[in-house]
């Protein structure tokens, strides 16, 4: 346990940084070999430089949990768990979600996902739940290896299936599973909704304290509170920059920045990447330079990314003009900073993460995004149907059709899914994309 804890905090206070400090300087020295040539031509506008830096950062998390394990407490949480009690107690959090989204940018949800249907999970089912599993069965993961969990957490206000996924994840580690379950929300959330899940907290803590073999510092607690209330704000000002023409980022973008914000929620080095990355997009509207070279319409894009083909949507997109200047995905984690309350912890836990767009009806997620809409100055909208996440794929077509006759928005129902090349045909997709850019001319 000593060997390891010191293992640990050798990796976390001297290897991390001094891999970051290497690859920052690995990116000025090709920054320098590069001046002088011809750019090459590309329908965006100039790279953000705060790649690098998220890079770092997600590199050194990922690299610290190959050895938290054993040093540390190590929960597998859900996108939507209110993480800040787990990370006041010291847990490494780890977020299948997030990485199934890695192993679906590099292509292996087919390999994995194969493994998990030889144990009998069909490919009916969620994607990232499928590459989790089958990552777990294959023992393979591109991060190098992941930690295995003490805790597993989960909350049912993304969907129900994380509740049957952490159920089979706790059955194949023999670890405990704590639950938040959130009633769906109607209009606005009820006291007694909000009741149900401020119990459930508690009872979630008691679970956490046991694992973890500590108890609560209240102090730590409202410290972390503090900064998922300061990251989830800075999150939303990074994505309100877009507000602006053209907007110095992609929606694209945003798709893979969002990942300090959902893995780091609640730390001082998720918000200092968003504090940084806010000054670059300041400093880019300042200058007027745009995510696409030559922004002529915006659009709103609704549900996940297709992770696996996002270099070729937003290619496509780019050269005829069009940005996604707004997302409802990456929005959702802004919104909670509207929600979090350090005087009221588990009051405005229970309003957060009630309150999440997935665990709302379609009249809320309608006006939503006619807010959305609005605000960014969107010409269009894309929304992303997604065959493995249901929740957030039912009633598009009704959204569609009211987003036309109510804000004459055009909108395009593109058939996909978020993880899994083999539920989608690229071919089909863009023809069906031409046509639609086709009708803004």
């Known amino acids: 346990m000593i060997t390891r804890r010191a293992q640990y905090e050798a990796v976390r206070r001297v290897v991390g940084p001094f891999l970051a400090e290497l690859q920052a300087w690995q990116r000025r020295y090709k920054r320098l070999r590069r001046r002088g040539g011809k750019p090459k031509e590309s329908p965006f506008g100039p790279p953000l430089e705060s790649v690098g830096p998220l890079k770092d950062l997600m590199t050194r998390h990922y690299l610290e949990g190959r050895y938290a394990d054993g040093a540390v407490p190590v929960a597998w949480v859900t996108s939507g768990f209110p993480v800040e009690l787990l990370r006041a107690l010291g847990y490494h959090t780890l977020y299948p979600e997030n990485h199934a989204a890695l192993c679906g940018v590099q292509r292996l949800t087919p390999e994995y996902s194969d493994r998990a249907e030889r144990d009998g999970y069909s490919r009916c089912l969620c994607s990232y739940a499928r590459t989790d599993i089958g990552g777990v069965l294959l023992d393979k993961t591109p991060a190098g290896r992941l930690p295995r969990p003490d805790l597993l957490a989960c909350c049912t206000n993304i969907c129900q299936t994380v509740l049957y996924w952490y159920r ?26 909000l009741t149900y899940v401020r119990d459930q907290l508690a ?23 503090r900064l998922a209330q300061e990251g989830s704000v800075l999150w939303g000002e990074c994505l309100a920059e877009s507000r602006q023409r053209p907007a110095p980022w992609t929606g694209f973008d945003g798709f893979f920045h969002i990942a300090p914000i959902v893995a780091l929620r609640g730390t001082e080095g998720c918000n200092a990447y968003y504090r940084h990355l806010l000054d670059e997009l300041r400093d880019r509207v300042k200058k007027g330079i745009g995510g696409v070279r030559s922004e002529r319409f915006r659009l709103m894009w609704d549900n996940l990314p297709i992770w696996f083909n996002v270099r070729e949507l937003s290619t496509q997109l780019a050269e005829q003009g069009f940005n996604i200047v707004v997302t409802t995905y990456t929005n959702a984690w802004a919104e909670a900073g509207r929600r979090i309350d350090p005087d009221d912890i588990f009051g405005s836990a229970a309003s957060a993460y009630t309150n999440i767009i997935l665990n709302e009806d379609l009249d809320r997620r309608l006006a939503l995004m006619k807010r959305l809409a609005a605000e960014y100055q969107v010409d269009g909208a894309l929304l992303h149907s997604d065959r493995s ?42 023809t069906r994309l031409q046509a639609f850019m086709e009708g803004f001319q």
């Open 168 to 193: 089979c994840l706790a059955d194949h580690f023999k670890v405990p599973l704590v639950l938040i379950d959130t009633p769906f929300v109607y209009g606005e959330a009820q006291e007694h909704d």
């Open 203 to 225: 009872e979630a803590l008691t679970t956490a304290e046991r694992v973890a073999g500590r108890s609560l510092d209240w102090d730590q607690l409202a410290r972390v509170v």
């Open 389 to 430: 996440c249901k929740p957030y794929s039912i009633g598009q077509v009704d959204l569609k059709d009211r987003l036309g006759a109510e804000l004459g928005i055009k909108a395009l129902l593109l058939e996909a899914d978020h993880n899994d090349p083999r539920a989608y045909s690229s071919e089909q997709g863009a």
